[in-house]
């Protein structure tokens, strides 16, 4: 099967791998990754089955890491749900030129949800008032960065005008759900790491690779929809 082109990400594959084999929501209905509302609802069903969290409360990030928080916005547009990414500036210190959610650092006297609101502020020109927080996905722990990323999902029902912070932004990726679930575009590989075998999921779009924290947490975010 021919995939789509990806980017030019640098992807530090180990010696020891194998490819996965049947993509997580295999034999689910994706239908509803077309559907914003229906998203957004079987999100916030998803999010009260959990355990309740409180998304203003301050995290307790793993032991020696420091605390970070993304906003993973879901926009309607012509009533699909999109997903939006950027494209991080070349100049930064960390993951530079990877894709990722809108995030950053959370601040002295700052709890994650206003952390998040606040950098995608900053990073794309995201009104706050225009997200409606619906929960909280799994922690990430990145050891490159050192840090925990608390991963909060809002909705964003009235598409608002983005633009890229050229500081920290190279470009602003708009996807919609549907697309990052077709098989020329998702894979998942199986690393031997010294920490163990660990899954990562890998999203081939036309001119980009979202892997690595990202993918993790797009991966969450398709499982929570299409359960």
């Given at each position: 099967?021919?995939?789509?082109p990806?980017?030019?990400?640098?992807?530090?594959r180990?010696?020891?791998?194998?490819?996965?084999?049947?993509?997580p929501?295999?034999?689910?209905?994706?239908?509803?990754l077309g559907d914003?509302?229906e998203?957004?609802?079987?999100?916030?069903?998803y999010?009260?089955?959990?355990?309740?969290?409180?998304?203003?409360?301050?995290y307790?990030?793993?032991?020696g890491?420091?605390?970070s928080?993304v906003?993973?916005?879901?926009?309607?547009r012509?009533?699909?749900?999109?997903?939006?990414?950027?494209r991080?500036s070349?100049?930064?210190n960390?993951?530079r030129?990877?894709?990722?959610?809108?995030g950053?650092?959370v601040?002295?006297?700052e709890?994650?949800?206003d952390a998040?609101?606040?950098?995608?502020h900053e990073?794309?020109?995201?009104?706050?008032?225009?997200v409606?927080?619906?929960g909280?996905?799994d922690?990430?722990?990145?050891?490159?960065s050192?840090s925990?990323?608390t991963?909060?999902?809002?909705?964003?029902?009235?598409?608002?005008e983005?633009?890229a912070?050229?500081?920290?932004?190279?470009?602003?990726?708009?996807?919609?759900?549907?697309?990052?679930?077709r098989?020329?575009?998702?894979?998942?590989?199986?690393w031997?790491t010294?920490?163990?075998?660990?899954?990562?999921?890998?999203?081939?779009?036309?001119?980009?690779?979202v892997?690595?924290a990202?993918?993790?947490?797009?991966?969450?975010?398709?499982?929570?929809?299409?359960?």
């Amino acid at each position: 099967m021919n995939r789509r082109p990806g980017g030019d990400q640098r992807i530090p594959r180990p010696n020891q791998f194998r490819l996965g084999e049947v993509a997580p929501w295999s034999g689910r209905d994706l239908d509803v990754l077309g559907d914003f509302d229906e998203s957004i609802r079987r999100l916030e069903q998803y999010f009260l089955n959990r355990t309740p969290i409180d998304t203003r409360a301050p995290y307790a990030p793993a032991q020696g890491t420091r605390p970070s928080a993304v906003l993973l916005p879901l926009v309607k547009r012509d009533g699909v749900p999109h997903t939006v990414l950027t494209r991080r500036s070349a100049r930064l210190n960390n993951h530079r030129g990877e894709i990722s959610f809108p995030g950053g650092r959370v601040e002295d006297g700052e709890n994650h949800e206003d952390a998040a609101l606040r950098e995608a502020h900053e990073e794309i020109a995201l009104p706050p008032h225009h997200v409606r927080t619906l929960g909280v996905l799994d922690l990430v722990t990145t050891r490159v960065s050192n840090s925990t990323i608390t991963p909060i999902v809002g909705a964003v029902d009235t598409e608002p005008e983005l633009a890229a912070h050229a500081a920290e932004v190279e470009r602003i990726l708009t996807v919609p759900l549907h697309e990052l679930v077709r098989s020329d575009t998702y894979r998942h590989e199986l690393w031997t790491t010294p920490f163990g075998e660990i899954t990562i999921h890998f999203f081939e779009l036309d001119d980009e690779t979202v892997w690595g924290a990202t993918g993790n947490l797009l991966a969450q975010l398709i499982d929570a929809v299409t359960r």
